[in-house]
T-cell receptor
Framework: QQQVKQSPQSLIVQKGGISIINCAYE??????FPWYQQFPGKGPALLIA?????SEKKEGRFTISFNKSAKQFSLHIMDSQPGDSATYFC???????????FGSGTRLQVQP | GAGVSQSPSNKVTEKGKDVELRCDPI?????LYWYRQSLGQGLEFLIY????????KSGLPSDRFSAERTGGSVSTLTIQRTQQEDSAVYLC??????????????FGPGTRLLVL
């Protein structure tokens, strides 16, 4: 019940295209859903996060879509750039417990 | 301001030896977390400290793993009698824990542990 399932495992997108990464969860106690970006040799860095009381949040080229009834959420990267090439992790948290449960990660490659 | 710092950045040890990994959280952050990142298991929670409360140790994989946090700031993760399956990147994170955005966890660069 603690799992967060993430897909796809890897993604290749052309420069200027849209990258879409999907996640699904089971634990209804989760109430905070962040996305992290990780470059090789670095720690994960928060990209954008959402709470379940909203269905969408946009920050620049990054948008989270959230479907509470389906227990799914997704990250959309608009106008993808080569500098976006990294591994992306979705995560979920029960803010009463604070531990993040991570998806398995998506390796994004944006081709110039 | 400075982010989360961890030391050493890399550690190579022999099977059976003990290792200590250090984390310096962001100044003013009351919550501190340890995670492990490995090829086989992905990113997994290990332990969480919040102020002076008893830590949440529910993610520690075995009793060879322990952690402490001194003075509400610096934390040390200790792995006793290391095994090859302990090879991973150990990540530390900290957060404000309260208030708007308090749930946001900021990660350090990690310590890459290799057990030979």
């Amino acid at each position: 019940q603690q799992q967060v399932k993430q897909s796809p495992q890897s993604l290749i997108v052309q420069k200027g295209g849209i990258s879409i990464i999907n996640c699904a969860y089971e634990n209804t106690a989760f109430d905070y859903f962040p996305w992290y970006q990780q470059f090789p040799g670095k720690g994960p860095a928060l990209l954008i996060a959402i709470r379940p009381d909203v269905s969408e949040k946009k920050e620049g080229r990054f948008t989270i879509s959230f479907n509470k009834s389906a227990k799914q959420f997704s990250l959309h990267i608009m106008d993808s750039q080569p500098g976006d090439s990294a591994t992306y992790f979705c995560a979920a948290m029960d803010t009463g417990r604070r531990a993040l449960t991570f998806g398995s990660g998506t390796r994004l490659q944006v081709q110039p | 301001g400075a982010g989360v710092s961890q030391s050493p950045s890399n550690k190579v040890t022999e099977k059976g030896k003990d290792v200590e990994l250090r984390c310096d959280p962001i100044s003013g952050h009351t919550a501190l977390y340890w995670y492990r990142q490995s090829l086989g298991q992905g990113l997994e929670f290990l332990i969480y400290f919040q102020g002076n409360s008893a830590p949440d140790k529910s993610g520690l994989p075995s009793d060879r793993f322990s952690a402490e946090r001194t003075g509400g700031s610096v934390s040390t993760l200790t792995i006793q009698r290391t095994q090859q399956e302990d090879s991973a990147v150990y990540l530390c994170a900290s957060s404000l824990s309260v208030g708007t955005g308090g749930e946001t966890q900021y990660f350090g660069p990690g310590t890459r542990l290799l057990v030979l």
